[in-house]
């Protein structure tokens, strides 16, 4: 079947736009995870969705950041008050039931903010 | 915070060769990941050993576990050139999937 699917693969915004970062994950896969990566850096847990459970959002830097999951699969990562340190990949992958199964992940949105 | 650090943070071997790489983690896990990426292919997994496991194969890859010392290593063996990548370890532990910064390797033809 097909993997999980990201969109856009690119986006480019001026400082202070709101942005949107939508993920498709493998259907049946309960997990959902959002990372972030920088350039040459591991990669930074945002947060995790699992099934109809409460998120944890334990890795949003800032309350600019918010994520949802809408029937227990699309998941959009929306940043307000778009800056310049929010320029990265953001990488979406999903699991089976959740933490210790491996994860798929997409192909991520490039977002640059000038 | 980053809990798996790899060690060394880049490689440069020639092909054929093994290449050997580490990752230590900080506190207590359930099962430590090993992770792939390229530009190619982007992010994918490459083996799980649980906790309770101390070595486990697949293909070329050998991952060691020693839970005393907190570390895992993962050995590659016969490099190729498409093996050229980055490493990420990931530890499993208190609810939260914990990412290194990566081993940059380079198989040199």
């Known amino acids: 079947g097909a993997g999980v699917s990201q969109s856009p693969s690119n986006k480019v915004t001026e400082k202070g736009k709101d942005v949107e970062l939508r993920c498709d994950p493998i259907?049946?896969?309960?997990?959902l995870y959002w990372y972030r990566q920088s350039l040459g850096q591991g990669l930074e847990f945002l947060i995790y969705?699992?099934?109809?459970?409460?998120p944890d959002k334990s890795g949003l830097p800032s309350d600019r950041f918010s994520a949802e999951r809408t029937g227990g699969s699309v998941s959009t990562l929306t940043i307000q008050r778009t800056q310049q340190e929010d320029s990265a990949v953001y990488l979406c992958a999903s699991s089976f039931w959740g933490l210790g199964n491996e994860q798929f992940f997409g192909p991520g949105t490039r977002l640059t903010v000038l | 915070s980053q809990q798996g650090e790899e060690d060394p943070q880049a490689l440069s071997i020639q092909e054929g060769e093994n290449a050997t790489m580490n990752c230590s983690y900080k506190t207590s896990i359930n099962n430590l990941q090993w992770y792939r990426q390229n530009s190619g292919r982007g992010l994918v997994h490459l083996i799980l050993i649980r906790s309770n496991e101390r070595e486990k194969h697949s293909g070329r890859l050998r991952v060691t576990l020693d839970t005393s010392k907190k570390s895992s290593s993962l050995l590659i063996t016969a490099s190729r050139a498409a093996d050229t990548a980055s490493y990420f370890c990931a530890t499993d532990s208190n609810y939260q999937l914990i990412w290194g910064a990566g081993t940059k390797l380079i198989i040199k033809p």
């Open positions: 969705f699992q099934g109809n459970s409460a």
């Open positions: 259907s049946g896969h309960t997990a």
